[in-house]
């Protein structure tokens, strides 16, 4: 076989091209030959000299603890200022441990501030009879630390009892989905009063206790009732299929029915605690 020079055709030897007519006579014989395939590069075996051993960056791990006293000492303040601009949207569960921080704030300056009526009106009704008597009668009844726990503990347990007797029928009757929801939204309530009974406490150590025993009064009233009804009617409102109107009857005749029981038994050893028998003893009245 040759090949034609000019169109590459392969042929029988023969004077000219079959294919397009070219004379063959200088063309020559063309072997074919297999085509070898390309050597392959072959990359040699990983050794401990030409191998380098990726270092992983080391992340630094994050100090839980720091991170956690940052997150409840740094942002309480701020959460303070949102429930101040905006309480009904602060009810998530995130919030609890605050929300429980400000409903113990408020449980504090509840139970301080007749302690310290009270002790201003002792000290009064001493300094009065003291100049009534031509010093006559002397000694001091001042309320101390003891009273305050006392008042505390009585006025606390009633508070937690009623809270909680509220936020299980919201969760019944409404659409609270757990109990840390209702007081996360509860302490944003509170932190509005709360600012509200510092401004009664300021003007109690003031002198203006006539004022500031009328504001306490209204306060106190708002923050025991009205506040945990409002909280269970935001979650009755919400409810697709039971009446906000029913579940509000229900949650306030059982929170009065609460009411007398609760101050049928404790009221005497409150009013114990708060009266001014020693006083009345010292006078022989």
Same mark, same amino acid.
């Given at each position: 076989?040759?090949?034609?020079?000019?169109?590459?055709?392969?042929?029988?030897?023969?004077?000219?091209?079959?294919?397009?007519?070219?004379?063959?006579?200088?063309?020559?014989?063309?072997?074919?030959?297999?085509?070898?395939?390309?050597?392959?590069?072959?990359?040699?075996?990983?050794?401990?000299?030409?191998?380098?051993?990726?270092?992983?960056?080391?992340?630094?791990?994050?100090?839980?603890?720091?991170?956690?006293?940052?997150?409840?000492?740094?942002?309480?303040?701020?959460?303070?200022?949102?429930?101040?601009?905006?309480?009904?949207?602060?009810?998530?569960?995130?919030?609890?441990?605050?929300?429980?921080?400000?409903?113990?704030?408020?449980?504090?300056?509840?139970?301080?501030?007749?302690?310290?009526?009270?002790?201003?009106?002792?000290?009064?009704?001493?300094?009065?009879?003291?100049?009534?008597?031509?010093? %006559?009668?002397?000694?001091?009844?001042?309320?101390? &630390?003891? *009273?305050?726990?006392? +008042?505390?503990? $009585?006025?606390? /347990? =009633?508070?937690?009892?009623?809270?909680?007797?509220?936020?299980?029928?919201?969760?019944?009757?409404?659409?609270?989905?757990?109990?840390?929801?209702?007081?996360?939204?509860?302490?944003?309530?509170?932190?509005?009063?709360?600012?509200?009974?510092?401004?009664?406490?300021?003007?109690?150590?003031?002198?203006?206790?006539?004022?500031?025993?009328?504001?306490?009064?209204?306060?106190?009233?708002?923050?025991?009732?009205?506040?945990?009804?409002?909280?269970?009617?935001?979650?009755?409102?919400?409810?697709?299929?039971?009446? %906000?109107?029913?579940?509000?009857?229900?949650?306030? &005749?059982? *929170?009065?029915?609460? +009411?007398?029981? $609760?101050?049928? /038994? =404790?009221?005497?050893?409150?009013?114990?605690?708060?009266?001014?028998?020693?006083?009345?003893?010292?006078?022989?009245?």
């Amino acid at each position: 076989m040759i090949t034609c020079t000019k169109c590459g055709l392969e042929q029988p030897a023969s004077n000219f091209c079959g294919g397009c007519g070219a004379p063959l006579a200088q063309a020559k014989e063309v072997k074919k030959e297999p085509v070898q395939p390309e050597a392959q590069q072959v990359t040699p075996p990983p050794t401990t000299e030409n191998v380098h051993h990726a270092q992983p960056k080391q992340s630094k791990k994050p100090n839980i603890t720091m991170e956690s006293l940052k997150q409840h000492s740094g942002n309480y303040w701020h959460y303070f200022v949102e429930t101040l601009k905006h309480p009904s949207k602060m009810g998530d569960v995130r919030y609890f441990n605050f929300g429980l921080i400000s409903t113990i704030i408020s449980l504090i300056l509840y139970a301080l501030i007749p302690v310290i009526f009270a002790n201003k009106m002792i000290n009064s009704l001493y300094g009065f009879a003291n100049a009534f008597s031509n010093g %006559a009668v002397s000694g001091s009844g001042l309320l101390g &630390i003891g *009273t305050f726990i006392r +008042v505390f503990l $009585y006025l606390g /347990i =009633f508070y937690v009892l009623l809270v909680a007797i509220i936020l299980l029928l919201s969760r019944k009757l409404g659409t609270m989905e757990n109990m840390k929801q209702g007081i996360a939204q509860l302490g944003a309530f509170n932190n509005v009063l709360n600012v509200a009974f510092l401004v009664t406490l300021v003007l109690l150590l003031l002198n203006s206790v006539a004022f500031a025993f009328l504001l306490y009064a209204l306060i106190a009233l708002v923050f025991v009732y009205l506040v945990p009804l409002f909280l269970a009617s935001h979650y009755f409102m919400k409810h697709p299929t039971k009446d %906000a109107f029913i579940s509000f009857l229900i949650t306030i &005749i059982t *929170t009065l029915v609460y +009411v007398v029981i $609760y101050y049928s /038994i =404790f009221f005497d050893k409150i009013s114990n605690d708060m009266n001014l028998s020693s006083f009345f003893d010292l006078m022989n009245l």
